[in-house]
């Protein structure tokens, strides 16, 4: 079975600053999906960016981009310029050849006036 | 941009009761997915759905659930006689056949008292 897991349950940034949360994920399939979802307190699930494992290149939407290390099995999200509207909690989500996404505890992020 | 649906954003039931979640996905979606997240915690997976029969299936999945398509746009998850550990966010989500970027609808709180 599938696992991801996030070691950081809190984080904080100073606002414009820039901050990465750090994701793992366990797996023995060789085509999957990775994706980072955003869920700020109205609960609604917003995906922020996806990976496709096949692909090297790492994956960027405008301020937030993904390093991606394949074979260490690592996913970290990158946020720059945060800004207040980004404080939500954050899920790392992993998607194989079942489909569902598994995701992660999540990491809290706080942005800093 | 159209997006998933879902109703009611909020129910409140008693213990032992029967209750209908509805989601409307997004029209030319296959793959149908029901979630749920207990206050605090991480999103778990309950039931995939496709070509009108589960897919996939959690062992949160027990006898008590059942989801179904009943007219080809509503899909549906029935509690049969709720626990008070249901309570939670249940979330449906979606997606087209070769993508694996599911959309979530706005979610139903579920409170069982």
């Known amino acids: 079975a599938q696992t991801v897991t996030q070691s950081q349950p809190e984080m904080s940034v100073q606002e414009a600053e820039t901050v990465t949360l750090s994701c793992t994920y366990d797996?023995?399939?060789?085509?999957?999906?990775l994706f980072w979802y955003k869920q700020p307190p109205s609960r609604q699930m917003i995906l922020v960016i996806r990976?496709?494992?096949?692909?090297?290149q790492n994956a960027t939407e405008n301020r937030f981009s993904v390093n991606f290390q394949k074979a260490a099995k690592s996913f970290s999200l990158k946020i720059s310029d945060s800004q207040l509207g980004d404080a939500a909690m954050y899920f790392c989500?992993?998607?194989?050849?079942?489909?569902?996404?598994?995701f992660g505890s999540g990491t809290q992020l706080t942005v800093l006036p | 941009e159209p997006e998933v649906t879902q109703t009611p954003s909020h129910q409140v039931t008693q213990m032992g009761q029967e209750v209908i979640l509805r989601c409307v996905p997004i029209?030319?979606?296959?793959?149908f997915y029901w979630y749920r997240q207990i206050l605090g915690q991480k999103v778990e997976f309950l039931v995939s759905f496709y070509n009108n029969e589960i897919s996939e299936k959690s062992e949160i999945f027990d006898d008590q659930f059942s989801v179904e398509r009943p007219d080809g746009s509503n899909f549906t998850l029935k509690i049969r006689s709720t626990k008070l550990e249901d309570s939670a966010m249940y979330f449906c989500?979606?997606?087209?056949?070769?993508?694996?970027?599911?959309?979530f609808g706005p979610g139903t709180r579920l409170t069982v008292t």
């Open positions: 029209s030319n979606h296959l793959y």
């Open positions: 797996t023995s399939e060789s085509d999957y999906y």
């Open positions: 990976q496709e494992a096949y692909k090297q």
């Open positions: 989500a992993y998607s194989g050849s079942a489909r569902q996404l598994t």
């Open positions: 989500a979606s997606t087209v056949s070769d993508s694996y970027e599911q959309y």
